[in-house]
Every structure is written in C-alpha cells, then in structure tokens.
C-alpha cells in the first residue's frame, strides 16, 4: 500500500499477514505515539484494507502510528468469522508486543474498524475467548480505545431488541457456524471497557440502528464511555469516501474523521489540532 510499510504479523500455513504501518513525519522507535489499527469490511468474507487508507494517512499526519490490518476472510482463505477474530486479537497483540520498535505507547492502542471490521475492532475488546493458543497470552490483545464505523456489535438475539427479526439472526448464526453469540461484543458488556465512539446511519439496511443504540445504552449502563453519533437518514458504508449525498461526496467521510481525531484528543491520543 502506497505510502505505508508493510510487516508481517501472523502467519498461517503458507498464508503472511501484514499491518500496513503509516507513521508520523519523522517519526522514530523512541517516541511514545498513540497508535490506531483498522479493520476493513466486507461481510467477513471479502474486504481491503485499502479500505482505511486515508483515515491512517490523515491520523499519521496528525500524530499517531495509524495502521490498516489484513486478515483473513472466507472468499480468499475459506474462513469463518471466528478466524477473523483471531487474527485481529493476533494484529493487536503483535502491535503492542513489538510498541518498542513502532515507536508506540502500548498502553495508548485503539481499534477501529467498519461494519464487519468493526465488529473485530469490538471483539478484541470484548470477547474472552479467540486467542491463538501459540501467542504469549501475557500481552494483552485488548485495545486502550475503540472508533466503530457502523459496526456489527449484536449477533445474537437480546432482550429489547425487536427491530432485528428472525431471518437476519438465522443469517448471521449460519454466517459464524452456530457461534453467534460466542462472537457477540454486546454479550460481553462489563465494566472497565476502552471508551468507544460509535458513527452510524439512522437508516443502515445491514446493521440495525437498534443494535447500537442497545449497544451503546448497556455499554453506559455498565459504567463505559461510549458515544453514539448518529447520522440521520445515513445507510451502511455512509462514513466511506465518496458515499454522501448531495455535492459534496467526502462529506460523512470528513465529518466522521473530524469527530474521531477529537475523540482522540480528548484521550490524549492526539494534540489539539
């Protein structure tokens, strides 16, 4: 990918995973960065992580170590969503174990991720279980902070969910082979969880607005930060380049990167600008 340096974080039969790594002008292994890894979309079965590419060149340009992961998806590798986890708790492990050589604060690491990527984004912190055995369960694949972009944070049936019916949960329990709610964040919900920004399209045909207002309500319940901005008439993928309505095509895309770098800097993460 143009304008990042690629290494392999995992590898997996014949098959290398690479992070692709955009950095800050001048940047160097000593300094402390905050750090952002991406996951792209795609329905866990296709995707890019060209998807992020400008988010990281502008997170990069700003300050911090910004990175779009590759893992594997179910048309290239014939895997499960289950897999997928994996390799995103994989990504965020190895970025926190290598924080030395990446120039990276490892308590400062957030994930973000669109649609299915940020349902990976949720699951590294969220979910007990989808560690790879082989990898030194003392760095933690959990993440400091999550920047979810319409993502997929329900997959099972829950209480006060009405909205999502019958056939979308038969899709999805199909989808990850019987563990749906094995793979559900919301399922996981607790106390001292990373503060989460969420940005979703009222109107989002994949991924219910239901979902996420639930999602968002028992994360606060649970005493977490977690914002939802919502998008009024918004559909899903609304926050990519070139999705808005009207002249401006990069509107939601600016708008939705605008309100994530704030986020960051009210972390810490980021200067103000």
Known sequence: MSG????????VGDV???????EPKDHKPSD?????VFFFGGGWSSGSPVQFK??????????????SADYRVKSRHGVQPDKCVSDAKSAIRWVRANAPKLGVDPQRIAAGGGSAGGHLAAATALLPDFDEESEDKSVSSAPNALVLFNPAVILAPAEGLDAVDADRVRRINETTSGKAKQLSPYHFIRKELPPAILFHGTK??????????LFAKSMKAA????????FEGEPH????????KGDDKNANYNKT??????FFVLLGYLPKP
């Open 204 to 213: 989002d045909e994949a991924v219910p607005y239901a979902t996420v207002e």
């Open 32 to 36: 402390q960065r905050a750090a952002v």
């Open 4 to 11: 990042a340096r690629a290494e392999i974080y995992k590898k």
């Open 16 to 22: 290398e995973l690479k992070l692709y790594v955009f």
């Open 223 to 230: 005493g977490n930060r977690c914002e939802l901005v919502s």
């Open 257 to 262: 990167l605008k309100q994530a770098d704030e």
């Open 237 to 244: 993928g609304f926050f990519n380049p070139g999705r808005s």
């Open 54 to 67: 400008g988010q990281c060149e502008q997170l990069a340009s700003r300050g911090m170590v910004a990175i």
